[in-house]
C-alpha cells in the first residue's frame, strides 16, 4: 500500500470509529494502518480504547493490543497481553506468532521455538501463514516426528485426520489442560457418531473456553448438521463472528448474516494479514524466528530415510535389481550409516574399494563375484563320477556367477574325493555346499551367500 492510500484509508477509519467507536474490526483496521504508517503509540491507544468499547471478547482486538505492547518495547506487557489472547482462540496461528516474537524479545528461546512451530503446525487459509509453513515444511516434519502435540495440532482442521481416536484420547489424557488437543477429541467423536460424548466434552470439557473459536465452530456444526437444531446452531455461529469476524471457519451461512459494509471491512483487514508482506512479516522477526527451528544436512538426511516413500523405493530398487547381465547397474546412493559387515567382507571389500561414487548393489555384486572366483578357484577339480546318463556339457565360468534355475540344478557334492595333494581334507558339511551358495544368491540373499562363499573358501 503506497503512502497517499495509506493516509486517505486512515482517515478514513479514524471517521469510521468515531462514528462508530463499538466496532471492532473498525477499530483493529485503525490499529493496523498506524503500523504501517509507524506511528505504534498510536496503535497501542487504538488498540486499547478498543478493548474498551468492544462489548465482548474479540480475538483481533486483543491480539492488536499485545502487538502494540510488543511494538513499544514493552514485551512484559505484551507477554500478558498475547496469553490472554491464546485464552480466546489457542488454536490461532496469528497468536501463536505474536507469541513467539514476544517470548523470542524476553530471550526466551525454547518457549519461543515450540510457540512458532505450534504456529506453523496448525492450519489456516491465511497466505502469510500458508507461504511461511511451506518455507518451513522439512523443520515442521522433523519436530512432529518428535513431539505428538504438535502432529495432533496440525491434525485439528485436516478434512481426514491421521490420528486415531485412541491416539487423541491418550495425549488428551497426558495433557488434561490442553484445548486444542480437547477439541481434536471432540472433533473425532462427532465425526464418529458419538454425539453425546462430543457435546460434553465441548460444552463442560472447555467451559473455560467460551470464546474458542474452534469449540464454536464444532458446536455450531453438530447442532445444526447433526442434530437438525437450526435455531441452536445459529446462535453459535453468530457468536463465533462476535469473537472473529475473519475467521476462516465462518463462512456460508455466518458470512449471510453480515450486512456489505462488514464485509468490505473483513476483505481490508484480510488483505493486510494475507499477502506474503503482510503487516506480521513487517514487524515480526520472522526470521530470527525460522532460524530457531532449522535443521541440519543430516537431520534432513535421517527425515527423508523414514519416509514411507523412502521406504517404497528402496523396495523397489531393490526387487528390479537382476545380477547377471546389466551393464549398468541402478544408481542407488550410498546411505551415512551403512550396515554392519563382518570382518571377512571388510578385509574382502578393502582389496578393491568402491570409489563414492559406485552404486552400493554394484559393490556387493563385485564382492560377491570375488568370493565365489575364489571359491571356485581354490577348490580341487572333482573326478567326474560314471553315470547312467549322459553328462551335462561343461559350461565355461564366466566373470559374473549366473543363477542356476530350479529344474535344471545338478546336485554338487562338497565333499570331494580325496587328492593327493590333500589327503585329509574333511567333508564339508550338508548345509553348506555349492549348491546352497548359489540358491542365496538366486534368492537376493546377498549377505548369506557372500558368508557361505567365503566359507567354501576358507576351507577349500
Known amino acids: 500500500m503506497i503512502q497517499e492510500n495509506l493516509g486517505e484509508r486512515l482517515n478514513l477509519y479514524e471517521a469510521m470509529s468515531e462514528r462508530n467507536p463499538r466496532d471492532g474490526l473498525v477499530s483493529v483496521g485503525k490499529t493496523y494502518l498506524y503500523i504501517l504508517s509507524n506511528r505504534p503509540q498510536d496503535a497501542l491507544k487504538s488498540a486499547l480504547e478498543a478493548s474498551l468499547s468492544v ?75 500458508t507461504d511461511l509453513r511451506l518455507h518451513n515444511r522439512s523443520a515442521i516434519y522433523a519436530a512432529q516426528l518428535q513431539n505428538p502435540l504438535l502432529a495432533a495440532y496440525s491434525n485439528l482442521r485436516l478434512r481426514v ?20 488437543l480437547k477439541a481434536l477429541f471432540a472433533s473425532l467423536q462427532r465425526r464418529s457418531g458419538k454425539i453425546r460424548e462430543a457435546l460434553a466434552l465441548l460444552e463442560t470439557g472447555l467451559a473455560s473456553y467460551e470464546a474458542f473459536p474452534e469449540r464454536l465452530y464444532l458446536l455450531w456444526k453438530t447442532y445444526d448438521d447433526q442434530l437438525g437444531d437450526h435455531q441452536k446452531g445459529e446462535l453459535f455461529v453468530r457468536r463465533l463472528l462476535e469473537v472473529d469476524p475473519l475467521n476462516d471457519r465462518a463462512t456460508g451461512l455466518g458470512y449471510s448474516n453480515l450486512d456489505e459494509e462488514t464485509l468490505r471491512h473483513i476483505n481490508f483487514i484480510k488483505s493486510l494479514e494475507d499477502l506474503p508482506d ?9 526470521r530470527e524466528l525460522e532460524n530457531l527451528i532449522e535443521t541440519t544436512e543430516a537431520e534432513a538426511f535421517d527425515i527423508t530415510a523414514l519416509t514411507p516413500l523412502g521406504e517404497r523405493e528402496a523396495a523397489s530398487l531393490e526387487k528390479t535389481f537382476i545380477l547377471p547381465g546389466i551393464s549398468q547397474q541402478p ?19 578393502s582389496e578393491e574399494p568402491a570409489g563414492p561414487s559406485q552404486p552400493v548393489m554394484a559393490h556387493m555384486v563385485s564382492m560377491l563375484e570375488q568370493a565365489q572366483l575364489i571359491a571356485r578357484d581354490l577348490r580341487p577339480t572333482p573326478t567326474p563320477a560314471p553315470m547312467s546318463r549322459a553328462p551335462v556339457e561343461a559350461t565355461p ?23 593327493s595333494e590333500r589327503p585329509s581334507q574333511p567333508a ?20 548369506e551367500a557372500l558368508q557361505a562363499f567365503l566359507e567354501l573358501s576358507h576351507k577349500s
Open 161 to 180: 485426520p491421521d490420528m486415531t481416536e485412541t491416539d487423541v484420547q491418550q495425549l488428551v489424557e497426558q495433557n488434561p489442560t490442553d484445548p486444542v
Open 331 to 349: 544408481q542407488v546412493p550410498e546411505p551415512e550409516a551403512p550396515p554392519e559387515i563382518s570382518p571377512a567382507v571388510v578385509s574382502l571389500a
Open 55 to 129: 462489548s465482548s471478547k474479540s480475538l483481533r482486538v486483543q491480539l492488536a493490543i499485545a502487538l502494540g505492547y510488543y511494538l513499544r518495547d514493552k514485551p512484559s506487557e505484551a507477554l500478558i497481553e498475547s496469553r490472554y489472547a491464546l485464552n480466546i482462540d489457542p488454536a490461532s496461528p496469528l497468536c501463536h506468532l505474536v507469541h513467539a516474537s514476544i517470548l523470542l524479545a524476553l530471550q526466551r528461546t525454547d518457549e519461543a521455538r515450540l510457540a512458532f512451530l505450534k504456529c506453523l503446525s496448525l492450519s489456516s487459509d491465511n497466505t502469510f501463514l
Open 428 to 447: 564339508e558339511p550338508a548345509h553348506v555346499t555349492m549348491r546352497y551358495a548359489n540358491g542365496l544368491l538366486e534368492d537376493s540373499r546377498f549377505e
Open 397 to 419: 565360468v564366466s566373470s559374473i556367477p549366473q543363477p542356476i534355475s530350479p529344474t535344471n540344478r545338478e546336485p554338487i557334492s562338497v565333499a570331494e574325493p580325496a587328492s
Open 278 to 286: 503482510s503487516i506480521f512479516a513487517g514487524v515480526l522477526p520472522v
